[in-house]
């Protein structure tokens, strides 16, 4: 965990309400999976948001403007500096998957996706994306991707943009490794659909973000974890989803 400043070189948008934001700082260290913790001016709390990508000593955060907070952050300005903690988290293990890993984002789940595929192409793995949204104008990540090198699949829930349906209509059995980002109701048709055999990583509201205040905790198989410490990636075979 490091704090720092960090200078903003371009927020913009990139969809319906959704945001990107690229920061240049000291990047080492930081993981797919993790999160950061920014300073918003004007507001006690930091806001927590997922580490979409590092690429040099650059890193970018994708965030939807659902609040006070975000509505701030997406006025925020090229050449001014944020207040960002770094670090934070239990990020993805990207050594469990063999020569092909599957990648599955619903929404705002897809940005830590894009961190992992690079790390994951970098390796020399094959990498499938799934990726879904509600509507054509909320669909982001694709170029991302295809500049990667990943193989990709679309959805939409009103079948305006890609395949009609949800992501698990995408998914062909058996699925290899798969790491997951995106709403519950997601998750569990995942677990439903293609079983444990991967890693999710899991929302929830955070106060203090760095595990002191417990209020993101959630029940797991092997006791209470917090999502901001021992999350927010956990293996999929440890939660106590109702499937």
Not at 21 to 37: S, Y
Not at 117 to 138: C, D, I, P, S
Not at 150 to 164: H, L, N, P, Q
């Amino acid at each position: 965990m490091e704090s720092g400043e960090w200078k903003i070189e371009r927020n913009e948008r990139i969809a319906e309400k959704v945001y990107r934001m690229v920061l240049t700082g000291k990047t080492d260290g930081i993981r797919p999976g993790q999160f950061v913790e920014i300073t918003i001016p004007g507001l006690f709390l930091r806001r927590p948001i997922s580490v979409s990508d590092i690429h040099g000593d650059k890193l970018t955060l994708i965030y939807k403007v659902v609040g006070q907070g975000t509505d701030r952050m997406s006025v925020m300005q090229a050449g001014e500096t944020a207040d960002i903690l770094t670090g934070l988290g239990n990020g993805y293990d990207l050594s469990l998957c063999g020569n092909e890993a599957l990648l599955i984002g619903g929404g705002v789940g897809v940005p830590p996706l894009i961190f992992a595929a690079r790390q994951l192409r970098q390796m020399g793995k094959h990498v499938r994306v799934v990726m879904g949204f509600n509507t054509r104008g909320e669909v982001f990540g694709e170029e991302a991707f295809e500049t990667l090198g990943c193989e990709m699949a679309v959805c939409t829930m009103d079948g305006s943009y890609g395949k009609k349906g949800v992501v698990t209509d995408l998914i062909e059995l058996p699925a290899p490794y798969y790491y997951a980002c995106g709403p519950l109701p997601m998750l569990k048709a995942i677990l439903r659909t293609i079983g444990t055999q991967g890693q999710v990583s899991m929302e929830e509201r955070m106060g203090c973000g760095v595990g002191l205040c417990m209020g993101c905790t959630i029940e797991t198989k092997t006791g209470f974890r917090r999502v901001c410490k021992e999350g927010p990636v956990f293996r999929a075979e440890e939660l106590e989803i109702d499937r």
